[in-house]
């Protein structure tokens, strides 16, 4: 960032230090609680860290070790926005600083798919000034195009989180709920632990085929039994069930869960 001089054209390597630094400034100017503000001054200092080992790299002279360093320093600083959700960097959000060099595609939260009308209003009206953004930032080749674009981003990305978790609350009255829970059908996860990831990426609902027919459907009909094809689990409270009774299986693994309180 060389206000008095900006570079009307960045190499790659120059335009993902030029963002490092944006987002190190972003993440300092951010205001926040105590304990979040620690967070993103680390986040802050990765990201320094990961500007200066791309601001080494120079054609031709340098290897790419530099690259390497700069992606560990990345690694760290997404690490730490992981850790600490209220600092309201998205996932991948270090995308943005690769994208020059990798070409790769711009962080958009999934769907928050809130009950709430005026909810999905504030969403569609976020995720459309983010779109304009990103086609804005693709084309972005300049510092100062750069430099007005990006941090906007990171903003309707900070506003688009925390109407996430204002939507998890809000769809979570029971008032809110529907009757029958909406499925997200998914790959067989290996592990319970793949099953927790699916569901923190997916929502609450979830079905996978099962790989064997040795379990019977939960719906019997007098004590005879049909095969399951499939397992639905409700924040991993799973039912063996067929494709004919998967909403019946969705609602009895919610109505499970909230025994459970
Ligand atoms: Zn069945």
Redesign the pocket.
Known sequence: MNAVNPRATLTPAEAAALRARIIAHVARDRFAPPATITALHFIASHLDRAAEAFERYTPGITTNACFTDAAEALSDAREIARLHPDTRFPANFTDYIDAPLTCVALPMLAPLNPVSPALAQQEADLRHRLTHVHEQLSQATSEPATDAWLPSALTFQRDLMRLAAEVRVDNARPCNRPATPTVVEIPTPATPIALRRAHDEHGPTLAYGLSTRRLP???SDRGVT?P?DRMVSHLGATIA??A??QDAAATAARELIDSLG
């Open positions: 459907c939960h719906v049909h399951a069930t067929c004919d009774h």
